[in-house]
Structures are given as C-alpha cells and as structure tokens.
C-alpha cells in the first residue's frame, strides 16, 4: 500500500467509512404517539387495589315496568297471558297492563309473579284486540280491591358482577455490551424503556375495550386470569349499524343509553366513526359535531358531540384503531359509549404497574427489566354503557 494517494482531488467515497462523521438528527420519529386515553383516564380516577385474583361487585335496580309479549301473541279478548320467565316477577296480582302498541288495557286477577297470568281484557274504554310477539306491555300501577290485605312485595333481585385479574408483562433484554455502546438519541436500555412503557400501557387499553373474562386452573403452576372488557360486558345496549353511520341513527341509540346512569359519558370511536361524526355538519345533518381540544378526566379529547337531553358528550378518536379493519370484521368503525362513573380500575394490591430491574438470571451479562401489572376492571351496570358495531 503507498503512503502517498495522488489525486486532483478527494471525492466523498475516498474518504474512510468510519472517517466521517454521522449526520444524525438526535430526535426519535415515531410512527405511533401514545393515544392510551382509557387508561389515564381510569389511572387518575379514584380507584381501590383488589385484595385477591376475583372482584366482585354488586349491582341493583328498580323493578321493571315494562313486559315483552313473547312468541305466539294472544288472540283478541283473550283471558289469559302468557310471559317469559324474566319478566314474569314484574307484575303481581291486581296490576293494570297496557299494550303500549294497541293500547287496550289488562287488570291481572290470578297467576301475578308466574309465567301464566289471568287477566280482564279490554280494562278501560279500549276495545280488545289481538297481540303480537314482541309488543310491550306497561305495567301501569296496581288497582287494589278496597279493604283488601297487604299485597304481594315486588323484589328487584341483586346481580352480582365479577372479573380476574391479569398479569401483563413487558420485557426488555440487552447484552451488557450493547448497554455500553453511545448511541444517537440517547443509550440502550432506556430508549427501550420508554418505548416498552407505551407499549405496556397499550396492552391495559386493548384489555380495557376487547379483554376476555376467563380463569382457568390446569392444576400446579398452570393457572391462568385474564381480565372481561367493554367488548364482553355490553350487551344490552348493542347494535350493529352494518354499514354507514347517520346522525339519526346515532342520536336515536344515544337516547337508549343516556337515559340510564350518570350524565358523565364519553364515546371512544376508530377513526371511521370518527369520520361520520365529523361529517355531520357539512352534509346537512345538523350541528352534531363541535371540534375541540379541551381535557376531560385530564386527558385531551377531539370534540364533543351533542346527545339528546341536551348532552354533550367528549369524544375521544383512538388512532391506532385504524390499523384494524371496519365494518363487521373489525374494530375500527366501533364506537363505545361509556359511562365513566361505573367504570373502575382496580390493581391488584402491590401489583400495579411497576418497573422491575435486575431481571436478568445471576452471572449473565446482561441487563433485564420489565414492567408489570396486575389489575382487572369492574365495569357495572353495563346497561349505562353502549356499543354500535359493524360501522364502514
């Protein structure tokens, strides 16, 4: 090799490789920001750690008043009424029924608090006529015999609601030497901290919307908890709009569900929920949609759409969402409606969230850490909670 390299000049590629110095902007681009809304929200609400793997809560409301006529109908000036087997502890004797389609009126006699009641037909002005599957009937009030005996109580049953708690687990391993090396942005294992503890809070959100509610004990180690989502416990307020969203059919779904539970809702939507609603106000539909940037539960949301009842209701857009597809074979057209004060997180006991370091087994070189958190969510009275699906 010659000492000397004779040249009219240097080029870029005669220099060295490792000669040059690296242009490296130090700030990290990254695809996905953390949009983990849910779960700062729950964090930050008052919540109480789980002493055991198993929560239970319980939940009541008052007797029901309305009865559904259940397949088979009744015939025009019929005596007798059939009713399933949940409606039947609504209604008692001496009750006054009204068939909210035909509008002719009942006064049950005999068989109050069973499947088989007889009944007065045409009780009022009302002229009898046939019933259908699926007509409603109001009960009214009792009308009581004069001097008559204490009449039979009506008891709303309690419902017990539970779930487990899950362990979630993110890890991170380097070498003790990658550990040592300089490098742009900042050195190895704390730029992967950061991006594991999104990463792990990411993992709360899923479980928080799409969770499975499961336990399973194989015997020995093998025991396994998983946490119940929104996705499981909605069931009463569930639509599937299969197709476009309009605002009719929003604001009709939300009369449904704002009219149980607290005023204190919020709507979480992928992106192509996200999209009809912000379209309402250039397609004539009406002022649905009022963009906004301000903090609900101390996180930012993306506007506030308006409800019946004079609501409004923050609306949070979950971006990632839009990496899975619409419609009814996917999430991203879903829109949850929550209602945050029957939403609790509960940790377990010395297990929330916690950066565990030192993971790595003795004499390797290596350093290991995790994040850790075991929780579980009580999610009650899941008909103040509702869920439109199938959106595209």
Known sequence: MPDIAAGAFLTTEESLADEKVVDMDPKMRKLDPDTTQFTTMTSRAPSRPATREKVLWLEEQYVSNVVTVPAGGYTSGAVALTL?????????????LRNMRTGEAFLVTAGGGTTALTVV????????????????????????KQGADLPPMKYSQRVLGYNYTQIHRTVWN????AAAIEMYGGREPGKEAARKLV???????????????EFVNAG?????????????????NRQDVNGELTSDFLDQFLA?????????KMMFTGTTGAYYISRFNRSGQGAFWQPSNERVHGVQVDGFLSGVYGTLIPVVVKKEWSNYPSGDNGYNGDIFIVDMSNIERRPLRDRDTKLLT???????????????????????????????TGIQ
């Not at 037909?121 to 009581?144: E, F, R, Y």
């Not at 449904?256 to 204190?264: E, F, P």
């Open 358 to 388: 030192n993971r790595q087994n003795p004499g390797q070189d290596r350093i290991a850490a995790e994040y850790l958190t075991e929780m579980t969510w009580a999610i009650a009275q899941e008909k103040t909670h509702g869920l439109l």
């Open 220 to 236: 020995g180690d093998d025991v396994t908890g998983s946490a119940g989502g929104l996705i499981e416990f909605i069931q009463t």
């Open 121 to 144: 037909p045409s009780w009022g002005p009302v002229a009898s006529s046939a019933g259908i599957a699926g007509d409603k009937l109001l009960v009214v009030a009792d009308a009581q």
């Open 199 to 213: 990463e792990h809070k990411r993992k709360i959100e899923h479980n928080g919307f799409f969770g499975a509610r």
């Open 174 to 177: 380097f070498s003790g030497t």
């Open 256 to 264: 449904t569900v704002l009219a149980k539970g607290s005023s204190d």
């Open 84 to 96: 399933s087997a949940a409606d039947a502890p609504s209604v008692a004797n001496q009750d006054v």
